[in-house]
């Protein structure tokens, strides 16, 4: 039964040596005690190898989107750069537009103050050509003569001003539209520049994103694998109470009977999820029979459980649970002591453990998680012969 329930050595293999291993498996059938422990651990191995792999490729996931959302936030910045860049490109292009008009309306009003002056030039020629004397006998008084000749000087004066000043805001709209047009330039240069450099950071949040992608679908592909490999173990564990497992049995000098089945998620253990799918506070798969006693007893018995490192396998818990928490053995057991199977072939191949609930003579009722490797809750009862008793302080 699978019994792995903490963060073990992950051996790292290639996909290639999973395939490998994965058809050597069940290509050389044994049996069924050698076939068990053989491919029993393989399927740990395999699992573990692969949530490695799924947890190096989801570190790579999330690092590679870090850095596209970086990305993304420099690009952002870029596009309201654009943004603002073309808004003032369009705000001097009304400008040069408005003055473009305004040049053609003012060469058109410079065109009929030039044609009244020329119109009135040649009135003035013609009344040039009459004499002082000739002007003052066709006047009817010497008042009108006055007007005559002050009417003549202040047309002049006037379209002299005209034309002057049509001129000079003629000359003044031609700088003020070369102004604008440089602007412009710098402005469409400016764009050029920032729309390549836009384009660059695009790309590069593209490529980036691509890349989290593809991360990503390792991630689910190992996921997928962990899943169909699990799937073949939970099959291979069935196929162990089929042919043999039951409410009782012998393995060696371990004797248990009256199990109760499996009753799924219960016995007040509070880590529901589907199994190996997190890690509890001592450091082990959830649903595990080592993640159950571990919380047994902390949460039940009031045990001093502290996390293990990497060592919590139930074979391990000998020197491992000593290490860590103190724990040690006994011949007697009581209430709240660890029964530990160690590894049993096929029927164990990492071990067992299980916490004692009451005990009769030389029978112990325990309690546990994950017998027959099913992840549930069940209870049983078993001989003082062929196992290790620990008691944690």
Not at 41 to 47: G, H, L
Not at 71 to 88: F, G, P, S, Y
Not at 300 to 329: C, I, L, M
Request: net charge neutral.
């Amino acid at each position: 039964m699978k019994q792995l329930s903490t963060t073990p050595v992950l051996k790292r293999v290639t996909t290639k040596i999973f395939l490998v291993g994965f058809a050597v498996v069940f290509a050389f059938a044994t049996p069924l005690a050698m076939y068990g422990r053989v491919s029993a651990d393989r399927w740990d191995d395999q699992i573990n190898s692969l949530r490695a792999q799924a947890n190096q490729y989801q570190a790579q996931a999330n690092e590679l989107k870090a850095k596209g959302d970086t990305l993304q936030n420099k690009l952002d910045e870029i596009n309201a750069q654009v943004a603002a860049l073309q808004a003032n490109i369009n705000a001097n292009q009304a400008k040069h537009d408005k003055l473009q008009a305004d040049i053609a309306a003012n060469q058109q009003k410079l065109e009929r103050t030039q044609d009244a002056l020329g119109e009135m030039l040649a009135n003035l020629y013609v009344d040039g050509k009459i004499s002082s004397l000739e002007l003052l006998a066709s006047s009817q008084n010497i008042g009108e003569f006055v007007d005559k000749q002050e009417y003549r000087s202040s047309v002049r004066d006037q379209l002299s001003q005209t034309i002057d000043a049509v001129k000079k805001l003629k000359k003044q709209l031609e700088t003020d539209k070369q102004a604008v047009e440089k602007v412009l330039t710098e402005l469409k240069q400016q764009n050029d520049q920032l729309s390549a450099v836009q384009a660059e950071q695009q790309s590069l949040v593209n490529q980036t994103r691509g890349e989290e992608a593809a991360y990503q679908n390792l991630v689910n592909s190992a996921k997928s694998q962990m899943q169909s490999i699990a799937a073949q173990q939970q099959a291979y564990y069935a196929s162990l109470v089929a042919r043999g497992g039951g409410n009782s049995g012998v393995v060696g000098s371990f004797q248990y009977w009256g199990w109760s089945g499996n009753r799924g998620c219960s016995g007040g253990y509070p880590y529901c999820g589907p199994q190996d799918t997190s890690i509890d506070p001592w450091n082990l798969y959830n649903r595990e029979c080592v993640s159950y006693v571990a919380w047994a007893l902390a949460n039940r018995f009031g045990k001093d459980v502290q996390p293990w490192h990497g060592d919590g396998n139930a074979y391990q818990w000998p020197s491992s649970a000593a290490r860590w928490s103190g724990a040690y053995r006994v011949s007697s057991p009581q209430p709240g002591d660890v029964v530990v199977l160690p590894a049993s072939g096929g029927f164990a191949p990492i071990g067992h453990v299980m916490i004692v609930e009451s005990v009769s003579g030389s029978d112990m009722f325990v309690s546990q998680y994950n017998f027959y490797g099913t992840g549930q809750y069940s209870t049983m009862w078993v001989k003082n012969s062929g196992v290790i008793l620990m008691r944690f302080p």
